[in-house]
């Protein structure tokens, strides 16, 4: 079978930047088309950086990297240093990047990608806001129909909220984008902090990232050294979640994730529970479904398949 063509939107973040690395070291499943950057974690012109920089960890210079958005749709900005550092990739000594930021608006680019490839040919991947997504829909209504499938990590159901008490941090960031998006009609498959909080960075397995012995696993071990100790002290947990890999692995390995079918909706009116993803797990309204909500995922299979393809690079 040939490889799934996909665009990975993305704001690093420590986690971004392993579910970009889990996406290159995985080419028999995975064709990574472009990487178009967005403002959330940190600022774009850190995403952006960032982006660079993991490619470059992971000796794909080649890789087209695009800034997009630098502001949500309607909203002023909201980052996330509290959690992954001034730079975004806190943790490992990283040189600055010397590939060159494409030209090309990401909007752009994944709009002229989206009509140029076969209809139905490229899946979307937005492990950050979805800004840049909403925004191609917005300005290019007949790509929406072109899309196979958007996977993407954002907002929870019985977690709540870990930005507000009812909302995760991606959708928080831009409800209007996650709202455009999540009512496009593409078919959607979605990984809440329900999934990704069992998807835990433990003692052994990061020890496993660094018995590698490459520079990538040495990397992922000082990102996740970094990254768990907000949610060490935040949740009590023995590590850190590691969010957006979980939709790298889902293409690669999809029998690792189980979810429903079911409908979702974003809020973006009340202050109260502004972003939140109003999940109808329990099918208690006759709303009709939009989404694959992932609940469950096979921890050691997913942590055993990232060490296995990081050990690649």
């Excluded at 695009?66 to 002023?76: E, M, T, V």
């Excluded at 959690?83 to 752009?108: C, F, N, R, W, Y």
């Amino acid at each position: 079978m040939a490889p799934r063509k996909i665009i990975i939107d993305t704001d690093p973040g420590q986690d971004d930047a392993v579910a970009i690395l889990l996406a290159l070291a995985s080419p028999e499943e995975i064709e990574v088309l472009g990487i178009t950057c967005v403002a959330g974690n940190v600022p774009l012109a850190l995403t952006t950086r960032n982006a660079r920089i993991v490619c470059e960890l992971a000796g794909r210079p080649d890789i087209k990297v695009f800034a997009g958005s630098d502001r949500p749709l309607k909203r002023d900005l909201i980052t996330a240093e509290h959690v992954h550092g001034k730079t975004g990739l806190d943790g490992p000594v990283l040189s600055d990047p010397i590939m060159p930021l494409q030209e090309k608006h990401a909007v752009d680019f994944i709009i002229e990608t989206l009509r140029s490839e076969p209809k139905g040919s490229v899946t979307l991947v937005p492990i950050g806001p979805l800004t840049n997504i909403a925004t191609a829909f917005e300005q290019a209504p007949d790509v929406v129909g072109n899309v196979a499938e958007i996977v993407l990590m954002g907002g929870a159901y019985f977690q709540v909220g870990n930005i507000t008490p009812a909302a995760e941090f991606n959708i928080h960031v831009d409800p209007e984008a996650a709202a455009r998006v999540f009512g496009s009609g593409v078919p959607l498959v979605v990984m809440p902090l329900d999934v990704t909080h069992k998807a835990l960075v433990t003692r052994a397995r990061n020890d496993a990232f660094r018995a590698i012995k490459n520079r990538v696993g040495e990397a992922v071990a000082e990102m996740t050294d970094f990254f768990e100790r907000f949610d060490r002290e935040k949740y009590g947990s023995e590590g850190a979640p590691l969010h957006d890999p979980c939709t790298t692995a889902y293409l690669i390995r999809p029998e690792l994730f189980s979810g429903r079918h079911i409908n979702v909706e974003i809020e973006t009116t009340s202050d109260l529970t502004l972003g939140m993803t109003v999940a109808d797990w329990w099918r208690v309204t006759d709303r009709a479904p939009n989404a694959l909500f992932i609940g469950d995922i096979d921890a050691d299979g997913f942590f055993s398949l990232l060490t296995e393809r990081l050990a690649r690079l």
